[in-house]
């Protein structure tokens, strides 16, 4: 399994994470240090881009679930994209009050997070 890396990119009103995997990596790059930028970014919303990643490693799994429910208490929707159908049903496995919304583009992550602020 490759390491993940978090690349990030500050929208109008959201702060957008890409995961990508990297096998040059020796040490994964911190997701739960991303997040936290993000959780405290000042944004509307937090979107996750996995469209790089086909796994994702349990720790980087429980880091989403656990910054999901933090920001979600904070009315601050964490959001999955692009993810592939292996992906998609890792999280479907979870129940649905635990489970991040996951939509098919960040065109839909925005929609979403209009329609549910």
């Not at 469209?51 to 964490?78: D, E």
Request: hydrophobic share 45%; with cysteine.
């Amino acid at each position: 399994m490759a390491a993940l890396e978090v690349y990030h990119e500050i929208l109008p009103e959201s702060y957008l994470l890409i995961l990508t995997e990297n096998a040059e990596l020796r040490e994964e790059v911190s997701l739960a240090k991303a997040l936290r930028r993000a959780a405290h970014s000042g944004k509307a919303s937090v979107w996750i881009d996995c469209s790089h990643i086909h796994q994702l490693p349990q720790q980087a799994m429980t880091l989403l679930l656990k910054y999901y429910q933090q920001l979600r208490h904070r009315h601050m929707p964490l959001v999955l994209c692009h993810l592939d159908e292996s992906l998609q049903q890792l999280f479907r496995q979870l129940p649905a009050t635990v489970r991040p919304p996951i939509v098919a583009t960040l065109l839909d992550a925005d929609q979403y997070c209009h329609a549910h602020t």
